[in-house]
């Protein structure tokens, strides 16, 4: 049964306009606040969002140890991983359907502890995210992995962690992530080939490197890793959230409004701004945010492929495809990071959309889904009216797209399960507030 304040009102069809401020990114801050266990002392992280998966990350450290403290009016987290312990099975066990970042504990407990504890991940459901990569990372690395354990995973490494060769089929963020935070202390040197290369990688490549690490990115995907024998905390600025941004910059789209995002910053959206522009959108770069606005007149179709960066982010399609049911001709997305992506517009049909789905490859990219049956490609006709409904929340960026349907609608809608977007929406109702959105 939903809870009550697990609601929203909206009542639609009235241009948002204002302006917000965007923090740290939230695909970046938990991975930040994991690499500070790898140190036996005081990390600081700064620009940091009041989401849930703070709050998340924060109680899954105090609970192995870790003095943990959140200030979320400055956006500064303080991290002092001096005493690092195992907790009870039970108490991890109460945290273990909130989120997928206990996986990513491993390799720093195993190099602190010499064992880890990972429980059943939660997480949205997208689409597959297996942690086999994950598991695989960790055992050529020389863990053992007893995936028979009766309340989850149980990783040890008795002789230690080793660098080694490792190659990814697929450049997958999390496993990449994992990489590095199991190799910075291994013993030699890891060579990853086909990583990823997302900005919060980058970024959390060089929160190692204040650490202490000594890692070096090629131009084809490679990553190497010298393991060194210790580390030191940090202090660190976290990068703007870049699918808030756009998340919010698609809102002033799909509305017909004009909304500032303080902190969004150019060089991490730079796909995202040329699509943007392609559809007929406005947007102004300044040192402080970048102005997004819809200038009036028809908005333009446009052909979009998801891709690992630099290609169009996965998360950025979404709220998109909202703002595109409100263009004049016939827009198509090829989705081909995620197979289960396309579950959200089911909502936005019933509300007045024209969207129609495929399983063939509506695309060129090379994709992992041709001929794998899921509905992967999306076809969306407009100009469409939307028209308010209730909704149910399918995921995170779902739930914000569903949101944006709502203050595009005319009539009243309630959005149910709205607690999913708390997870990477900082007060998103501060902000709805803001832009003069009318809900309660």
């Given at each position: 049964m939903?809870r ?14 204002g ?29 940091v ?11 899954l ?21 001096s ?28 190099h ?12 949205c459901?997208i689409?597959d ?8 990372t ?14 989850g995973i ?14 990814l089929?697929?450049?997958?963020v999390?496993?990449?992530?994992q ?44 990553i ?64 402080e945010?970048?102005r ?15 891709d ?36 959200f ?29 899921f509905?992967?490609s ?48 900082a ?14």
């Amino acid at each position: 049964m939903t809870r009550e304040n697990d609601v929203l009102h909206v009542v639609g069809g009235k241009p948002l306009g204002g302006e917000i401020k965007v923090r740290g990114a939230k695909n970046l801050v938990s991975k930040a606040m994991v690499a500070a266990l790898l140190a036996p002392g005081t990390s600081v992280l700064k620009n940091v969002p009041e989401i849930r998966d703070v709050q998340v990350v924060s109680d899954l450290l105090r609970l192995h140890g870790v003095s943990t403290n959140v200030d979320g009016k400055t956006g500064v987290v303080t991290i002092d991983a001096s005493h690092v312990e195992m907790p009870a099975v039970a108490d991890v066990e109460t945290l273990s359907g909130s989120s997928r970042i206990p996986i990513l504990f491993s390799g720093p407990l195993l190099h602190r502890l010499g064992e880890a504890f990972i429980p059943t991940l939660g997480g949205c459901r997208i689409g597959d995210r297996p942690i086999d990569y994950h598991l695989e990372t960790l055992r050529k690395l020389g863990a053992e992995v007893d995936k028979e354990h009766e309340d989850g995973i149980h990783i040890t490494a008795p002789n230690g962690l080793r660098g080694t060769k490792i190659h990814l089929p697929y450049p997958s963020v999390g496993a990449t992530e994992q990489t590095l935070l199991a190799a910075v202390l291994a013993e030699g040197k890891t060579e990853l080939s086909g990583a990823a290369i997302e900005p919060e990688i980058m970024d959390l490549i060089a929160i190692l490197q204040k650490m202490g690490a000594v890692i070096s990115v090629d131009v084809d995907r490679t990553i190497r890793i010298e393991g060194v024998k210790e580390l030191k905390g940090y202090t660190h600025t976290a990068l703007t959230d870049r699918i808030e941004a756009a998340s919010w910059a698609a809102a002033a789209l799909a509305t017909r409004g004009d909304i500032f995002v303080k902190g969004a910053t150019q060089p991490e959206m730079m796909t995202f701004l040329n699509v943007y522009r392609k559809i007929g959108g406005e947007f102004d770069v300044t040192d402080e945010g970048i102005r997004f606005w819809h200038p009036g007149g028809d908005l333009k179709p446009v052909a979009i492929e998801t891709d690992v960066h630099p290609g169009f982010m996965t998360d950025w399609q979404q709220p998109l495809v909202v703002a595109l049911t409100q263009a004049k001709g016939l827009s198509i997305v090829h989705e081909t990071v995620y197979e289960n992506r396309f579950g959200f517009t089911e909502p936005l049909v019933k509300m007045g959309a024209t969207v129609q789905l495929y399983k063939e490859c509506l695309g060129s990219l090379p994709c992992r889904f041709e001929q794998h049956n899921f509905e992967h490609s999306a076809v969306i006709f407009g100009q469409t009216p939307l028209t308010g409904r209730d909704i149910d929340v399918p995921d995170l960026r779902g739930g914000f797209s569903h949101l944006i349907a709502a203050l595009t609608a005319t009539g009243e809608s309630n959005v149910r399960g709205i607690s999913l977007i708390d997870r990477g929406y900082a007060d998103f109702r501060g902000k709805l507030a803001a832009l003069g959105a009318d809900f309660d």
